[in-house]
């Protein structure tokens, strides 16, 4: 087993963006409205801003959370632009400016590892959590892209102190510090250090 305190691990939890609501449509298959996609590129160009390139990601196979990392992934590829994060505001505690590295899509190296899991949709938080513990070892930054309520009570479960009691709303982040191994997740501390609103 790793040291946890050696290694810094963080874990970002991204709800999906606003989807529609259509007549006669599954849920699995809502797709994202335009504000829903403007805020989920937002949260992705937050996210590079402040060096949470994620090296895994954890995606429920619903069009929403899809097209949510999809445009997360774009806004992370476009944090340049003067334009990104007009969608929305984030806030980082305790100086933390995220884990610097240079990954992910919109640095040189290797575009994160990503997995589309069944048992994210619909999943009870006890789920996602042994999900997440599954991670590969060597992996720093995890980004879970989920629903609520599942996605909102892994934030409550792993600070109670920290997390937002009223939940993530479309295309929020939270970014927990975690402080043991991956398998630790939800026993040891793994308190919020940053999060982010989208505007709409």
Not at 34 to 54: I, K, S, T, Y
């Amino acid at each position: 087993m790793t040291d946890g305190r050696a290694t810094a691990r963080t874990l970002v939890l991204l709800r999906h963006g606003k989807a529609e609501r259509p007549e006669g449509i599954a849920d699995r298959e809502r797709a994202l409205t335009e504000r829903g996609h403007v805020d989920a590129a937002a949260a992705g160009a937050w996210l590079a801003r402040h060096g949470f390139r994620p090296d895994v990601v954890v995606c429920s196979p619903a069009r929403r959370t899809r097209q949510t990392w999809q445009a997360a992934e774009s806004g992370m590829a476009g944090s340049g632009s003067t334009a990104s994060g007009q969608a929305g505001n984030g806030t980082a505690r305790n100086g933390t400016t995220g884990n610097g590295t240079a990954g992910g899509p919109a640095g040189n190296g290797p575009k994160p590892r990503v997995r589309y899991e069944p048992a994210v949709y619909a999943a009870e938080t006890a789920d996602l959590l042994d999900l997440l513990r599954a991670t590969e070892p060597d992996a720093r930054t995890v980004l879970l892209v989920a629903h609520n309520p599942g996605i909102s009570l892994v934030s409550i479960v792993l600070d109670q102190v920290g997390a937002d009691r009223e939940g993530l709303r479309t295309s929020g982040v939270v970014v927990h510090r975690v402080t043991g191994d991956w398998a630790d997740l939800g026993t040891a501390p793994a308190p919020v250090t940053a999060r982010h609103t989208a505007r709409a």
